[in-house]
């Protein structure tokens, strides 16, 4: 287990080095998240011992759940939010998380300022693009991303970039490019994009932040 669970983390740390220096970029600046999601404690702690320590969850319930154990092991755990934020859960997001990475409407925009405010803790903020204009997805439309970042830069979140999840069935490398184009734009460095298929074409296309699952994991139940 605890083997498999290293040898899974190299192997993709190998993958995103090699799709790094094949477009002249440095390993080092992608940050691999292991989203953990659905995952238990167990399944977990095998990728704490071989040292990683950057986590995404998709629910804040969940991380409550399952992280303040962990990190009371494992104190310098850095924790991502990937998933839906409902306003009403900000306060609690802005306590556990580090980062969140689906900022998408104003309403969280100022829920957020006021659970930073409350709380004194600044999580790394990412605007989640709705990049392929999918109904049912979430995500900020392409159209009101101007408004919603000067929104957010003048609540004083710490926008770091944005984040997207490009459509299921379509080729994915046209989405990385439009989210890079739409950061560059806006001055945002920040990309957080690519999954456990799409990975090493988010790192070529200038991902910052790779959010990875069942290549670590396993499949989800
Ligand atoms: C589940 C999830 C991931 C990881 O997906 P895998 O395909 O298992 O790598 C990444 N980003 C978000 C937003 C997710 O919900």
Redesign the pocket.
Known sequence: MTEDAKARLDKVSANIARAAKLSGRRADDIQL?A?S?THHAPAIRPLLEAGHRRF?E?RVQEAQAKWPGLRAEFPDVELHL??QLQSNKAEDAVALFDAI??VDRPSLVSALAKAQQKTGRHPVCFIQVNIGDEPQKGGCPIKDLPDLIKEARSADLDLAGL?A?PPADLEAAPYFALLAKLARDHGLKGLSMG???D?ETAVKLGATHV???????G??G
């Open positions: 998240i989203i999601k995404g998709n990937v998933g990475h689906s984040m999840v999954m456990t298929g990975y959010r990875i699952g069942s290549a670590l994991f499949a989800r």
